[in-house]
């Protein structure tokens, strides 16, 4: 198999035949011999399963219908997707058709010229309104400050990629899984291709603010441990403050100029209980995550999968 495709499904039931044409499409034009289409649905609520299924029946539309037993969320249906390719580059793009599968062709030339993995950079964003733009701008800037891989800026899971990348990949057992970072993370040559995202074919954005944030403190808490250091200096520099203010007390009271009033005390007080209870937090957090990775559970489980695998 020269190239599996592979897209995450959920609640898509408006954008997947229009999704498959082009895709379809893309593949046809592309300088392969053999492809297939994985379409993972990730526990849709309305009819995206059944059309899934309907494809798959035919063995001329190349698809693979992968289902989960339930919600999983993107980054895990994606990783049932990218477990279940056979193909040996893999186009990795979202079904709401923001990211042009015509752009395949010119992304194998780049894998042609040596590329191991092939990342879409977004040039410009359609369709998107100024305080998504704005908050996805910020995203991926905090995402570069604090994290200790290199992960491009204005970068989703939008890629090409070898079989060679994929099994390195697909050996990494972590549950809480960052995609984009992880394939940062793994080397090789990797080369940005810039280009216009456009805008959403059909349905509502399945990444709202809650959950770009979820998807940050992921990445952050998966690729580093910054947010600990950070808390290291904070506390530092707060106890040095600490340190000068009893100072300045005892000097008070024994030149009989005590400090009147608790107002002032009980601000300080407030504040360092609230930092230290953030970091205790944040510490729980990272607690709470090696707690899940130990009990070793799969990471997603597959109801089915349709479609013809030769």
């Given at each position: 198999m020269d190239?599996?495709?592979?897209?995450?499904?959920y609640?898509?039931?408006?954008?997947?035949p229009?999704?498959?044409r082009r895709?379809?499409l893309a593949?046809e034009?592309?300088?392969?011999?053999?492809?297939?289409?994985?379409l993972i649905d990730?526990g849709s609520?309305d009819?995206?399963?059944q059309?899934?299924?309907?494809?798959?029946?035919?063995?001329?539309s190349?698809?693979?219908g992968?289902?989960l037993?339930?919600?999983?969320?993107?980054?895990?249906?994606?990783?049932?997707g990218l477990e279940?390719?056979?193909g040996?580059?893999?186009?990795?793009?979202?079904?709401?058709l923001?990211?042009?599968p015509?752009?395949l062709?010119?992304?194998?030339?780049?894998?042609?010229?040596g590329?191991?993995?092939?990342?879409?950079?977004?040039a410009?964003?359609?369709?998107?309104?100024l305080?998504?733009?704005?908050?996805?701008?910020?995203?991926y800037?905090?995402?570069?400050?604090?994290t200790?891989?290199?992960i491009?800026?204005d970068?989703?899971?939008?890629?090409l990629?070898?079989?060679?990348?994929?099994?390195?990949l697909?050996?990494?057992?972590?549950s809480q899984?960052?995609?984009?970072g992880?394939?940062s993370?793994?080397?090789?040559n990797q080369?940005?291709?810039p280009?216009?995202?456009?805008?959403?074919?059909?349905?509502e954005?399945?990444?709202?603010?809650s959950?770009?944030m979820?998807l940050?403190?992921?990445?952050?808490t998966?690729?580093?441990?910054?947010p600990?250091?950070?808390a290291?200096y904070?506390g530092?520099?707060?106890g040095t403050?600490g340190?000068?203010?009893?100072?300045?007390?005892?000097?008070?009271?024994?030149?009989?100029?005590?400090v009147?009033?608790w107002?002032?005390?009980?601000?300080?007080?407030?504040?360092?209980g609230?930092?230290q209870?953030?970091f205790?937090?944040?510490?729980?957090?990272?607690?709470?995550?090696?707690?899940?990775?130990?009990?070793?559970?799969?990471i997603?489980?597959i109801r089915?999968?349709?479609?013809?695998?030769?």
């Amino acid at each position: 198999m020269d190239l599996s495709v592979v897209i995450p499904c959920y609640n898509e039931e408006a954008s997947i035949p229009e999704l498959l044409r082009r895709v379809r499409l893309a593949c046809e034009a592309a300088p392969i011999s053999s492809y297939e289409i994985v379409l993972i649905d990730d526990g849709s609520r309305d009819r995206t399963w059944q059309m899934i299924e309907q494809m798959a029946e035919d063995p001329t539309s190349h698809v693979v219908g992968v289902a989960l037993s339930r919600n999983h969320g993107h980054q895990l249906a994606l990783t049932a997707g990218l477990e279940t390719a056979r193909g040996e580059n893999i186009f990795i793009i979202d079904a709401d058709l923001q990211d042009p599968p015509e752009l395949l062709t010119p992304m194998l030339a780049k894998l042609g010229e040596g590329a191991d993995v092939v990342y879409g950079q977004r040039a410009s964003r359609s369709g998107e309104s100024l305080f998504k733009k704005l908050t996805a701008k910020i995203f991926y800037r905090v995402l570069d400050a604090m994290t200790d891989v290199s992960i491009p800026l204005d970068t989703g899971d939008f890629r090409l990629m070898r079989r060679s990348v994929l099994d390195v990949l697909n050996s990494m057992p972590e549950s809480q899984r960052f995609i984009r970072g992880m394939v940062s993370w793994v080397g090789f040559n990797q080369v940005a291709f810039p280009y216009q995202r456009d805008e959403r074919f059909a349905g509502e954005t399945k990444y709202p603010l809650s959950k770009m944030m979820k998807l940050a403190f992921d990445a952050i808490t998966s690729f580093s441990i910054k947010p600990l250091v950070i808390a290291s200096y904070c506390g530092a520099v707060f106890g040095t403050i600490g340190l000068f203010t009893l100072l300045y007390v005892l000097v008070s009271w024994s030149s009989n100029h005590a400090v009147r009033g608790w107002t002032s005390v009980i601000s300080v007080v407030l504040i360092l209980g609230s930092i230290q209870l953030v970091f205790l937090g944040l510490i729980g957090e990272y607690l709470g995550r090696s707690y899940i990775e130990s009990k070793r559970r799969p990471i997603f489980i597959i109801r089915r999968i349709v479609g013809q695998r030769p």
